[in-house]
């Protein structure tokens, strides 16, 4: 039996003096450790164990201590974080108090830039390339970007400005789509091999200085030979658009034989201009199940014994789904958008019922949410279906191309609030405020997957931007419906009676306030009046005269408190010279960005549960 290698690594330097059935063994552990941890602690199984060979080539060839590497998203950074923090540390992967599922700068001196939302390593890339310069410094910065997120335009407008500066900058892009035949992979691994070499760079250079001095003719062989160099190249690679906005393209390599990509990591080093490598993995590869279905084990949360039933009712996610598929099947204008979420946003039941009305724009929410704009101009309802997170992407284009034309796209904002595991980068802390600014957009949140149906059904009536914003997870169990009622825009309703104080909530919280105040009433004989605004904006009107009968009241939304939900209200209050003599307490996402955990974890810590809301009610009674 052989002796385990990844417990004799100390420092990610080391992995350079290894051999290749040495490298080709650790990957095979490390594989094994990503699975054992991530189906206890949930986390992106499929992306991480397809880049394993990758991260260990890349480690065989560069010095981190000196290099920079950066990830794109960090869903790939699992066999990084191994080799970086060691197995006991990743065993804490993505719990409360450990490590978080995507790279930090303040985690570990390997992890050199901060990620969470796609698209952005090469522009951070190119901005350390200048940097370097500047500072007048030596070393190879590394970009790792997947396929998918080098469909966002940010990713194309990077590549662009580097291969403008032609900053020595190496990006790889890992391709795990693409298959390609064994004939063809060979004779393009050949051509790369070939092209990659430093004298035949140099000699093409040369060669290149040499044609541009001859009169008159030169400029002209010079463009035959460069069309007939790329006519070769790309009959076999898509390199022809890379090589267009000046980077040197070269693949596909196998993203699986460690000894060919550190042949070509190598070669590269001796390359001083914007390389790109284009490398060919299987997402999650060695564990069978991932293999066969990568996209259900793209990203996961721990696995459930094989047997086991499904837990509770349907997710929100679940309920929106299939809610708009019924409308859609009533009104043929519905059509339904993602960046590429389908699953995650509950649209994989639209996109097979109704796929001429679906349209998955890939990594591009800018794109997705003018796009809406241009089919609303034209008479359809588009539904933008997209996780709160990563709304903050196209938020110019919220302003500018829906609302100042006050145009009716529907935003259903999914994982809004605190989701959990994923940490910072995924929170939808800030939603209500960014929004909440915007003239002629109207924002619900429904207290329940019913209230959720309605809201939708409502929203699809009006002739305006909406806003609908709901949590991660499961609903409450509510009977759904088969035929929905529109709701009063805008208004409330009262669903506890009181008379001591008042709670005014919104959406996620609606039910802890309810299992506050009978905790109040139980335990300390505290009438508690609580109050569902359901709209964010505009308020309910009749919020006036429920305000005027407390003088103690507390505010509770799950977003952040600047600006969000709890600010409108005071506003509201000031504004109608309605504060005097009045106590208010706001609860909800402090002024910070909050860590991974379990949603359950966060709300205790930030005192967004029914005990925490309880321990306001009585300090504000006394």
């Known amino acids: 039996m052989k002796k385990e290698l990844l417990s004799q690594i100390k420092e990610p330097e080391q992995i350079m003096e290894l051999g290749y059935e040495e490298l080709r063994q650790l990957a095979e552990e490390i594989r094994g450790h990503i699975i054992n941890t991530v189906v206890k602690t949930g986390g992106h199984l499929a992306p991480s164990l397809g880049v394993v060979d990758l991260t260990l080539a890349l480690y065989k060839v560069f010095n981190f201590k000196k290099d920079k590497l950066i990830w794109d998203v960090g869903h ?25 599922g995507f790279p930090r700068i303040e985690e570990s001196p390997y992890d050199f830039f901060g990620v969470g939302h796609s698209s952005t390593s090469i522009s951070a890339a190119l901005g350390f390339a200048v940097a370097r310069d500047l500072k007048g410094e030596d070393y190879k910065i590394v970009a790792v970007i997947g396929d998918g997120s080098m469909t966002a335009g940010m990713a194309f407008e990077a590549l662009n400005h580097a291969g403008d500066l032609e900053k020595d900058l190496i990006v790889v892009l890992n391709d795990n789509e693409m298959s390609i035949s064994k004939s063809v992979g060979a004779l393009s691994a050949f051509l790369s091999r070939k092209l990659a070499d430093k004298r035949f760079v140099k000699f093409k250079q040369d060669l290149k200085r040499w044609l541009k001095q001859i009169p008159k003719v030169g400029e002209e062989i010079l463009n035959y ?110 059509v339904a958008i993602t960046a590429a979420m389908p699953q995650g946003t509950g649209l994989s039941g639209f996109m097979h019922q109704f796929p001429e009305r679906f349209f998955d724009v890939g990594i591009c929410e800018q794109h997705a949410i003018t796009f809406a704009a241009g089919l609303a101009a034209q008479g359809y309802k588009p539904v933008v279906a997209i996780y709160s997170t990563f709304l903050q992407r196209g938020y110019d284009q919220v302003i500018h191309d829906v609302c100042l034309q006050n145009l009716p796209v529907v935003f259903c904002l999914d ?116 109050y569902n605004s359901r709209f964010i904006k505009p308020l309910p009107p009749e919020l006036f005269d429920i305000v005027n009968n407390f003088d103690k009241i507390i505010i509770v939304e799950e977003n952040a408190l600047i600006g969000g939900f709890s600010s409108g209200i005071l506003e509201l209050l ?49």
């Open 415 to 530: 994982r809004s609030g605190l989701v959990g595991e994923d940490g910072p980068t995924h929170h939808g802390s800030f939603d209500l405020s960014f929004l909440r600014v915007i003239p002629n957009i109207t924002i619900m949140a429904p207290k329940d997957e019913g209230e959720l149906q309605n809201m939708l059904y409502t929203a699809l009536l009006m002739d305006a931007p909406v806003a609908i914003r709901y949590p991660r997870g499961r609903g409450k169990g509510v009977e759904l419906q088969d035929s929905y009622e529109k709701i009063s825009v805008p208004s409330g309703e009262v669903l506890k009676e009181g008379d001591d104080l008042l709670i005014i909530t919104i959406g996620s919280m609606v039910d802890y306030a309810l299992e506050a105040a009978a905790l109040a009433k139980q335990r300390a004989e505290i009438n508690v009046c609580v």
């Open 225 to 334: 030979a460069r069309r007939s160099e790329e006519s070769l190249k790309n009959l076999f690679t898509p390199g022809i658009l890379f090589e267009a906005i000046g980077f040197y393209y070269i693949g596909p390599v196998d993203g699986h034989d460690i000894k060919k990509m550190v042949k070509v990591f190598k070669q590269v080093k001796e390359i001083e201009k914007p390389v790109l490598i284009h490398v060919l993995t299987k997402k999650g590869k060695g564990y069978p199940p991932a293999e066969e279905d990568p996209m259900s084990f793209h990203g996961i949360g721990k696995l459930k014994p094989i047997n086991s039933k499904k837990e509770g009712p349907p997710t929100y996610s679940e309920v929106f789904g299939k809610t708009l598929c019924d409308l859609a099947a009533k009104d043929k204008r519905i």
């Open 76 to 100: 790939q950074a699992y066999a990084h974080k191994i080799i970086t923090r060691g197995i006991e540390k990743f065993k804490t992967l993505r719990q409360f108090g450990g490590i978080s």
């Open 574 to 622: 000031n504004d109608n010279n309605m504060l005097s003599g009045k106590r208010i307490i706001r609860l909800g996402i402090p002024d910070r960005f909050i860590e991974h955990g379990t949603q359950s974890q966060l709300r205790s810590m930030l005192g967004l549960d029914s005990e925490g809301i309880f321990k306001k009610i009585c300090e504000l009674a006394m």
